[in-house]
């Protein structure tokens, strides 16, 4: 099925660990989205790539970095996990800025 | 700053209610407002909103826009359990999709 495919889907981390969040969509989109979705606040934008080749800082980017790896794949890095990346991860894609996401199924990732 | 904001973040319905769920916003460079649904997992997309006045309609939900006074509203008619939910606002101001998001309202339809 098309759409936007996340991996992991659950994910437990020990402080200072790093790990990788992978996201792919196969609807040929330009512009792919990394949000994070914390209880009471909404979904946060933490970066986002407007297309192939260029990635930018949302509204809470410090602790993460992306790679937008090609049309396809973009992925959210944790260099040195802290408990306040406790969140639901979600990645997203749209065609172009007059269309709204596609989202992925999420990531839950807890850190200890 | 930009800012959405939800009302109410949650509610408890009977089914067959009707509900009314609210998004206002201020922001510098209005777009265009989304509403999504999120149930257990990710959100679906259920209506783009740019102009003022033109109301969306899917089956029992509909939708509102009004610039004047900056806020949009969801109607969601004869409620189902299926309607259970939170539903996300999202308000796009810049030329690069990149929307700021309501905290969201919870919806539980209860039998």
């Known amino acids: 099925n098309a759409g936007v495919t996340q991996t992991p889907k659950f994910q437990v981390l020990k402080t200072g660990q790093s790990m990788t969040l992978q996201c792919a969509q196969d609807m040929n989109h330009n512009s792919m989205y990394w949000y994070r979705q914390d209880p009471g606040m909404g979904l946060r934008l933490i970066y986002y790539?407007?297309?192939?080749?260029?990635?930018d800082k949302g509204e809470v980017p410090n602790g993460y970095n992306v790679s937008r790896l090609n049309k396809r794949e973009f992925s959210l890095r944790l260099e040195s996990a802290a408990p306040s990346q406790t969140s639901v991860y979600f990645c997203a894609s749209s065609p172009d800025k007059n269309y709204g996401y596609t989202f992925g199924s999420g990531t839950r990732l807890t850190v200890v | 700053e930009d800012k959405v904001v939800q009302s109410p973040l949650s509610l408890v319905v009977h089914e067959g209610d009707t509900v009314t769920l609210n998004c206002s916003y201020e922001?510098?460079?209005?777009?265009?407002l989304l509403w999504y649904k999120q149930e257990k997992k990710a959100p679906t997309f259920l209506f783009m909103l740019t102009s003022s006045g033109i109301e969306k309609k899917s089956g029992r939900l509909s939708s509102i826009l009004d610039k004047k006074e900056l806020f949009s509203i969801l109607n969601i008619t004869a409620t189902q359990t299926g309607d259970s939910a939170i539903y996300l606002c999202a308000v796009s101001t810049d030329s690069w999709g990149k929307f700021q998001f309501g905290a969201g309202t919870q919806v539980v339809v209860t039998p």
């Open positions: 922001v510098t460079n209005f777009r265009s």
């Open positions: 790539s407007a297309s192939e080749g260029t990635t």
